[in-house]
């Protein structure tokens, strides 16, 4: 069983700054590509930022130079600095991990309940 808390989200005014967090428990063989996902209202849940267990990232490009992905791969942690924050940017983000339970599942993925990010103009 997997249980991701995410953290760090709230009422921010347009230029702002925050800094989500998601913290992965459970019994884990192995973390691989974790990654934020939002969705806001009316639209589908899009990647927003992930980064590999290696540390490589990729950025949609609406927050490129804006957001800044990271892990503590010790720690089961994964992060999301964002700033220079726009009303654009309000949304459910939702982290999202790539794990196995055992050495011989295979790779699925995991989901946090969410946390509400609402940038004020």
């Known amino acids: 069983q997997v249980h991701l808390v995410e953290s760090g989200g709230g009422l921010v005014q347009a230029g702002g700054s925050l800094r989500l967090s998601c913290a992965a428990s459970?019994?884990?063989?192995?973390?691989?590509?974790t990654g934020w996902y939002r969705q806001a209202p009316g639209k589908q849940r899009a990647l927003v930022a992930r980064?590999?267990?290696?540390?490589?990232?990729n950025y949609d490009d609406s927050v490129k130079g804006r957001f800044t992905i990271s892990r503590d791969n010790a720690k089961n942690l994964v992060y999301l600095q964002m700033n220079s924050l726009s009303p654009e940017d309000t949304a459910v983000y939702y982290c999202?991990?790539?794990?196995?339970?055992?050495?011989?599942?295979?790779?699925?993925?995991?989901w946090g309940q969410g946390t509400q990010v609402t940038v004020s103009s």
């Open positions: 999202n991990i790539k794990a196995r339970l055992y050495s011989t599942t295979p790779e699925r993925d995991y």
């Open positions: 459970g019994s884990i063989f192995a973390i691989y590509t």
């Open positions: 980064i590999t267990r290696g540390g490589i990232t």
